[in-house]
């Protein structure tokens, strides 16, 4: 474990497993929301992007927290999320309430293709994105009101909490990446 970890204490660790705060599922939408949460999808591989290009391999083995994800997983894990995400709108959208098929997360953060190079899943993202995005434009509020089962959590997801939800899952893991940046800013000082 790195020595910058030993100096972080319950509250900050919390703080870096949940940089941006817990999603809270917003209470009311309205369009500007749902076109707000649309552009941050459809910018997010971008930012990813641009997050990692000053990378090392070394920054990108290391957590943003203890026991935490490497930066590579995370990336990874993003594609992964997204994958999931852009399924689940598609079965909502063609059926009703459809019960969607919930995923080990961790445990697919330890295959193989999680040590795998990032450019990768940066490309898989820009190129699923490109296509999400091109769905998520092209549902009416009729339809973001369709809903799937989760049944890990066992609860219903309409899309337009969905979409608020993977929209702040983006936000949520660049702020990761970004810890990890900052924190060899920190110990290059």
Same mark, same amino acid.
């Given at each position: 474990m790195s020595k910058y970890w030993l100096i972080m204490d319950a509250e *900050?660790?919390? *703080? #870096? !497993?949940? +940089?941006i705060g817990n999603f809270k599922d917003p209470l009311d939408y309205c369009p500007g929301d749902i076109n707000k949460w649309i552009g941050e999808i459809e910018e997010l591989p971008g930012l990813c992007r641009k997050e990692l290009e000053q990378f090392t391999n070394e920054m990108?083995?290391?957590? $943003?927290? +203890?026991?935490?994800?490497? =930066? !590579?997983?995370?990336?990874?894990? &993003?594609?992964?999320?997204?994958?999931?995400a852009y399924i689940r709108f598609k #079965? @909502? #959208? @063609?059926?009703? #309430? +459809? @019960? &969607? *098929?919930? $995923? =080990?997360? =961790?445990l697919w953060a330890e295959l193989p293709d999680s040590k795998a190079s990032i450019e990768i899943s940066l490309e898989l993202l820009e190129a699923l994105h490109r296509r999400f995005v091109l769905v998520l434009k092209s549902i009416n509020e009729e339809q973001f009101n369709r809903s799937y089962f989760h049944p890990g959590n066992n609860r219903k997801y309409s899309l337009k909490n969905a979409l608020a939800l993977y929209a702040w899952h983006g936000k949520h893991h660049l702020e990761h990446l970004r810890i990890v940046k900052r924190k060899f800013a920190m110990t290059e000082k």
């Amino acid at each position: 474990m790195s020595k910058y970890w030993l100096i972080m204490d319950a509250e *900050k660790l919390e *703080k #870096l !497993r949940f +940089p941006i705060g817990n999603f809270k599922d917003p209470l009311d939408y309205c369009p500007g929301d749902i076109n707000k949460w649309i552009g941050e999808i459809e910018e997010l591989p971008g930012l990813c992007r641009k997050e990692l290009e000053q990378f090392t391999n070394e920054m990108l083995d290391e957590s $943003y927290k +203890p026991g935490g994800w490497t =930066a !590579r997983q995370v990336i990874h894990h &993003i594609a992964d999320s997204h994958m999931n995400a852009y399924i689940r709108f598609k #079965l @909502t #959208l @063609t059926e009703d #309430l +459809p @019960t &969607i *098929k919930p $995923y =080990a997360e =961790a445990l697919w953060a330890e295959l193989p293709d999680s040590k795998a190079s990032i450019e990768i899943s940066l490309e898989l993202l820009e190129a699923l994105h490109r296509r999400f995005v091109l769905v998520l434009k092209s549902i009416n509020e009729e339809q973001f009101n369709r809903s799937y089962f989760h049944p890990g959590n066992n609860r219903k997801y309409s899309l337009k909490n969905a979409l608020a939800l993977y929209a702040w899952h983006g936000k949520h893991h660049l702020e990761h990446l970004r810890i990890v940046k900052r924190k060899f800013a920190m110990t290059e000082k």
